[in-house]
């Protein structure tokens, strides 16, 4: 496994350990910090990297800058150069995880809109093993933020909080992962992805206006479902439908698509990974890789 080198900080490039951060920028003291998560793909043949989806990761990026008045911000210019540039600089011989992180830099007050610092960071990141076996889950008692305390929609640092006592309940319980409702119990998504059911034949996804995080991957998965014949409804979900359902799995850029093979220790259909799936796991795959020429709007070469 390749490791990390060297990371850029405000557009220069420097050894991985030189990177720093006041302790009491505001960045720290008040999580005033909007990140990216961007995963770059080998082709398994020609060996040749290409980042997935990276304007739309970037898009999220500054309309999540716009929502904190982050000012003045990294161009998008610099922020692309950036993460082109650290994607060579650390030669990966496997596919790159890449954080790309935009926060005030200095102390400040709640008032601060900067300096605005950033960083581009290029690590590897291996596969769960349960990529293949799947998931067991349990909904959470902790409830999604909304989006009139600390916006969803907003990749923010702060808002991991709750995802995060989420994953240490469902460790204690003996589960791989969470469910989080939103404050009026209806399904929002786990603590880092996004969620879809099969009801009916029918794929089903919690719509953009139940507290999830606009998930990349997720609509990476709306086209591609609908490219094969299935009918997506983006709706609100109960949480008894996942006990109706007849697959459930969870995607999102780190974790890719995870089937889920049961809720609360109630079997999703026949308590393993769907067809569906399964299906979906490997066209998601062979896009991501560029192992089909389909969508090469979608990947950036490095
Ligand atoms: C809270 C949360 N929801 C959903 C997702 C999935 O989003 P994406 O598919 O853009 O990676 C992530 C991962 O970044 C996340 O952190």
Redesign the pocket.
Request: with cysteine; glycine share 22%; net charge positive.
């Given at each position: 496994m390749w490791q990390a080198k060297q990371i850029i900080q405000n557009g220069r490039l420097m050894p991985w350990d030189e990177a720093r951060l006041h302790p009491l920028s505001v960045a720290v003291a008040y999580a005033c910090c909007v990140f990216e998560?961007m995963r770059a793909y080998r082709h398994p043949e020609t060996s040749k990297l290409s980042v997935f989806r990276m304007e739309e990761?970037l898009d999220?990026l500054e309309q999540g800058i716009k929502i904190m008045r982050l000012h003045p911000a990294p161009t998008r210019a610099q922020l692309r150069e950036d993460v082109l540039r650290v994607l060579h600089a650390n030669e990966p011989d496997d596919d790159a995880y890449l954080r790309l992180m935009v926060y005030i830099e200095a102390m400040g007050s709640m008032a601060s809109t900067g300096p605005v610092g950033w960083t581009a960071a290029a690590v590897p990141r291996e596969r769960s093993e349960k990529f293949r076996t799947g998931f067991a889950v349990g909904v959470s008692s902790w409830a999604r933020i909304a989006d009139n305390a600390s916006p969803p929609r907003v990749?923010a640092t702060a808002?991991?909080h709750a995802?995060r006592l989420a994953t240490l309940q469902a460790k204690a319980d003996g589960y791989d992962n969470a469910i989080i409702l939103t404050a009026v119990g209806k399904v929002s998504?786990?603590?880092?992805?996004?969620l879809f059911l099969l009801r009916g034949g029918k794929l089903v996804t919690p719509g953009v206006t139940s507290d999830?995080?606009e998930?990349?991957?997720?609509d990476t998965l709306i086209v591609l479902a609908t490219e094969l014949g299935f009918a997506v409804e983006q709706r609100q979900v109960d949480r008894t439908e996942l006990y109706c359902a007849e697959e459930v799995f969870l995607?999102?850029?780190?974790q890719e698509l995870v089937p889920i093979i049961s809720v609360d220790r109630l079997p999703v259909g026949e308590g393993k990974p769907g067809p569906v799936a399964l299906r979906l796991q490997q066209r998601y795959e062979s896009v991501v890789r560029g192992t089909t020429p389909d969508h090469a709007e979608w990947r950036t070469p490095v």
């Open positions: 998560g990761h999220r990749k808002n991991y995802g998504e786990l603590p880092g992805a996004c999830i995080l998930s990349v991957t997720r995607c999102g850029t780190g």
